[in-house]
């Protein structure tokens, strides 16, 4: 009896211990990855959870413009930085992962060579990338040359764009060279790489998701580079088309205004049109979605007495 309880208690114990460690890897990490590992930051030789946590960090609004810089990422070779802030060239700071359980300073691998604890479930030599939550479906793009989230199956990479899309969008989206290598033009935040969420406009131009959301509640309903309407616009136009469109401006305002260009923003077709005190459409695609020029002719403003 008591041979059988001892020779079931090693077998339980290490059960225990791998179900502990399961759940303590939670503890691991930080907001943007989770992992049993820090980073060694190449440019200022400091620890930190990861290049974002760094990037914060030294962007701060308490630090000295002069010294804030990001992680030089794309210029790390073999170990050895080239060219980055205040004029360090070459330096052997070498690339380096911290163990989060034992301590032990390392080359970049997936398992601790001391403790042989896995750093992260997920790993990619090429980008020297760890994360422990698989739920992300993690996968490596060789043509963008970082990871992405959201299963490879899931999506494409478009040679022209320069950037991976939706298999959804595949023969749908507006061709827009290197659509996303280029800051959120609201945040003004670098798109690339960026781990918020990214949404394609139909004009082809990309802004962070979160940052659409808040142009809506500011009821701005056209792309912010490009001016084209995001979204379907017809109901809106079909409520303004209801507007009265022909009254005495010289009786009512003291003005008396003629015809003037019109530009759209939707179609890119300019046109002549009379002037209307709420909105002026469109003559070829019926858009309210325009802007006001001088092509067509110009506008006289005549005030009463």
């Not at 060279?177 to 131009?205: S, W």
Request: aromatic content about 10%; proline content about 3%.
């Amino acid at each position: 009896m008591e041979s059988g309880l001892e020779g079931q208690m090693p077998t339980h114990r290490h059960q225990e211990d791998e179900s502990l460690t399961e759940m303590g890897s939670g503890r691991f990490g930080c907001s943007h990855y989770r992992r049993k590992c820090k980073i060694r930051a190449p440019c200022c030789d400091e620890i930190f959870d990861c290049r974002h946590c760094h990037n914060e960090a030294k962007n701060a609004i308490e630090v000295d413009p002069l010294d804030r810089h990001d992680v030089p990422r794309h210029e790390i070779k073999r170990g050895k930085v080239i060219g980055f802030y205040k004029g360090i060239k070459d330096a052997d700071f070498g690339d380096k992962v911290i163990c989060s359980l034992c301590g032990t300073e390392q080359d970049v691998q997936q398992n601790c060579i001391h403790c042989g604890e896995c750093m992260g479930k997920y790993f990619c030599s090429i980008c020297k990338f760890f994360d422990d939550d698989v739920s992300k479906q993690i996968y490596h793009c060789n043509e963008c040359g970082i990871c992405r989230t959201g299963g490879e199956e899931n999506f494409f990479h478009c040679d022209k764009c320069g950037c991976c899309y939706s298999t959804a969008l595949k023969d749908s989206h507006n061709c827009v060279e290197r659509a996303m290598h280029h800051n959120c033009p609201v945040c003004f935040e670098y798109l690339f790489d960026t781990t918020k969420d990214i949404t394609v406009l139909h004009c082809g131009h990309t802004i962070h998701f979160e940052c659409l959301k808040e142009m809506e509640r500011h009821f701005q309903y056209s792309c912010p580079v490009c001016l084209k309407s995001y979204c379907d616009m017809s109901r809106v136009w079909e409520k303004l088309d209801l507007e009265p469109g022909c009254f005495d401006s010289h009786a009512t305002y003291g003005l008396r205004i003629r015809w003037f260009g019109l530009l759209c923003n939707d179609c890119g077709e300019t046109s002549e049109v009379n002037y209307h005190i709420v909105a002026h459409k469109c003559l070829k695609c019926s858009s309210y979605n325009t802007r006001q020029t001088r092509r067509g002719g110009p506008c006289f403003m005549l005030i009463k007495d």
